[in-house]
């Protein structure tokens, strides 16, 4: 066997210490085959008593050419990154990245607030009940085309690439959908508004679970989830003003709020300046210094915000990654990842998501409608009901968000999944039997929602955080577009056609659909969930350009709020 051996040179940088691993080779002549023995050593057990030569024989052939030398670099930056004391500098990041759902609240609620008007000659559009519902599934279908487009690019090229994208698709179109003027403009302006929105989820998620402490990532992204009822609100007081025939014309009123709407995106572009891009993202695309870089950027603002020395690292917490990558991730390689590598996961995420989506758009979307056809509600006072509405969602995602980093992800989402679908089939049933009136049927839903926006959050932030970081962005958008296409086009849809009968009966039945979805989806908690609270997100799936030795067992990674060399790699 003739070997030739070539040394491991280290390259310094200000911030790291980056080893090119050149390693050693071992080449075989008889069959042409090159594998670094530094490779065989980490596939070795020692209680295997496999010779290297054993291996090697064991290999297929390849190809005459020598195969490339792998490039490899050590880094503790998920480690530095988890190990920050929230400070200044983290609100200002996730108020640029989390205003997305205050925007997607005031988008979503204006449409759901001004429904019932658009079926009225005063608004000059008189879109009857089913196309109503028809143009939010439109809306929703363009989000689904959106977050796959975009996340694709989002984890191609970056995160911070796509947002001012994004945003500014989502603002021309509901621009645009101000100056519709029958049903197949409007739901134009609404698909393509829809696909800007739907970029935002996937690009947004990623950044913001890749910069935040570990130890405060459930919390957070529930109270960043639950901003878009502050939206809500807003859009709710706003609809009153601008649906109120004394104040303004009908016919431009319903424009109006598109517009205001939209204009508060405006100032958000220019603050998303100001956010860096994810230093995750960095070190797992071949940027390992620049991630570095920025690293230690953010270190320096949350020293000066905090005016305190940041504790020191272990030695334990680096982790290897391999900078000359097969190629580029698209979705064969997540659904590679999705149902090979991770199933069981992959089954939660969609059951999750699929569930409240369908509970969500097919309440929230009719509302209006429900309130003014059965309680006969004066379009204009609609909107006041709906602001206890997003108050009830607003206070579910605060109250309980601390929780599912304390008591833990998998009994807090159960619980709120399971809630809320017995509290469904209740308020179903109640409205069936005619026990209640425009404000106790409200008061139902502000408590049921309380329970369900936490469940809605947490679903989102379940596929955000158990999947690779390479591929993170398009696994969300996949999530999201299966789970929001089979719940939350088919609800709106479902809930209009049902509305359109007039009939109490034709409700229900869509009411003990969504509540049973939801007792389901809590089973599926009991049963796949994951104790992701306070863990690194590369201890929860390691990335797939990891070198480093990985776990295989989900219990054996500590949530310390420190990330664990321990790396998860599959579910089996």
Known sequence: MDTETTTTTTATGPACDIEMDTATTTTTTAT???????????????????TASALLEARPPVADEAAPRRRRATTQVPARL????????????VFALGVTWVLDGIEVSITGNIAAALTTSATGMRLSEAQVG???????????????????LADRYGRR???????STYLLFSVLTAFSWEFYSFATCRFLAGMGIGGEYSAVYSAIDEIVPARVRGQLALLISGTY???????????????????????????????????????????????????????????????????????????????????????????????QQKGKAGFVEVARVMFL????????????????????????????????????????????YLVFFAVGNLLGPTVLGRLFDVVGRKVMITGCYLVAGLLMALSGTLFYIGMLNAITQTALWVVLFFFASAAASAAYLTVSEVFPIEVRAM?????YSIGTSLGGITGPVLFGQLLSTGRP??????????????IIAATVEVALGLNAERKSLESLAAPLSSVTTAATKEDSVKPTGEPSTMLNNSDH
């Open 341 to 384: 590598q991770y199933p069981r996961r992959t089954v939660l995420g969609l059951v999750l998501m699929s569930s409240q989506a369908f509970l969500y758009n097919a309440i929230f979307f009719t509302a209006g409608m429900v309130l003014s056809k059965f309680f006969h509600v004066a379009t204009y006072h609609i909107p006041y």
């Open 475 to 479: 696994a969300i958008a996949v999530f």
């Open 134 to 152: 028809a143009a939010t599934g439109i809306y929703i279908a363009g989000a689904c085309l959106g977050s796959l487009v975009f996340s694709y």
């Open 229 to 323: 009822w502050v939206g809500a609100a807003a859009a709710s007081l706003l609809s009153a003003l601008l649906l109120n025939p004394a104040v303004i014309n009908q016919l431009y009123g319903w424009r109006v709020a598109f517009g205001l709407g939209a204009s508060l995106g405006i100032g958000v572009l220019l603050v998303r300046g100001l956010v860096p891009e994810s230093p995750r993202w960095l070190m797992t695309h071949g940027c390992v210094e620049e991630a570095e870089r920025v690293v230690s950027e953010i270190e320096e603002k949350v020293r000066r915000y905090t005016k305190m020395e940041l504790l020191p690292l272990g030695t334990d917490v680096a982790i290897t990654i391999e900078l």
């Open 161 to 167: 690439k796509l947002f001012v994208v994004t945003l």
């Open 32 to 50: 042409s085959t090159t594998i670094s023995t530094a490779r065989v050593a980490t596939l070795l057990r020692p209680e295997q008593g496999t």
């Open 82 to 93: 988890d190990r920050l004391p929230w400070c200044r500098w983290h609100a200002a990041v």
């Open 505 to 518: 009966g034709s409700l229900l039945v869509g009411y003990v659909l969504a509540s049973g979805l939801m």
